[in-house]
């Protein structure tokens, strides 16, 4: 599934989870060697995600590998980049376009495979080169935060601190020609609540879709970015409304419930009937 709503992280050390990951409902998963993993555990955890990855499975799954500047990282791509199951790279703390330009050779000169890179930005310096990040290679299919090493580096409290950065990343997406990032995990996988504010928070910011630590949380994140029905119902309204417009020569129109449209709106009511289309008949995440 493109665009995914629903991305569940898996420690790479952890190959008994590996499965119930692909079978929790996740749109996408990830096999993390980087934090999740303990450094007296990178070798093994590397070693079983290469396995795992030997051959295809059910839902895409993506590797975060090491930090880009660290001892892991070669080791890492050179277990997994050929591996037949793996959908893409994950890049964690990349801080310039000049990284991800680096490390799509190195992967170049191991594979003939193309792989996605998924870009982290976790420090001041990234934020402020967001768009050389994301422009950086053809390769590249998103960006996103990781909040916890972000919120550190700009020594922040609470998400109202990350309201600059999360913009900035939306912005530098959109502007790259990439898909709307998806939100960094939320940590207290008890707060069920908390965690669909911050989801509505990041929505309302132009994310799209959030990756989490635990599959209890897959339901929450599913819920939080579908588009209401009668969010759907007003963007066919207005986009059938538009249509009748132009062919009467007009570009604007006054819908029946008195708002004004004009052809600036009809991208985003575009976005939320495909996004529609394309979540009609898929199953709701299981917890």
Known sequence: MSDPLTLLYVPGDRPDRFDKAVESGADTVILDLEDAVAAPHKASAREAVAA?????????????????TGPDVAADLAAVANARGLTGLRLPKVGSGEQVHDIAASVAALTIREPEL?????????????????????WVRSVGLGEADL??????????????????????ARAAGLAPPTMSAYANVSDMDGLAASCARGRALGFLGR??????????????FRPAESDVDKARTLLDA??????????????PDGRFADRAMIAAAERTVALAERLAGVPRQRV
């Not at 062919?247 to 819908?255: I, N, P, Q, Y």
């Open 118 to 138: 998924h870009c982290l930005i976790e420090s001041a310096a990234g934020v402020e080169a967001a768009h050389a990040i994301a422009t950086a290679h053809p």
């Open 211 to 224: 990756t989490a630590i635990h599959p209890r949380q897959l339901p929450v994140i599913a819920a939080a």
């Open 242 to 255: 538009l249509s009748g417009a132009e062919a009467r020569g007009s570009g604007t129109v006054v819908l």
């Open 52 to 68: 795992y990855l030997a051959k295809p499975r059910a839902v895409p799954i993506q590797v975060r590998v090491n930090d880009l």
């Open 151 to 172: 919120s550190a580096d700009l020594n922040v409290a609470d998400e109202a601190g990350l309201t600059y950065a999360r913009s900035r990343i939306v912005v530098a």
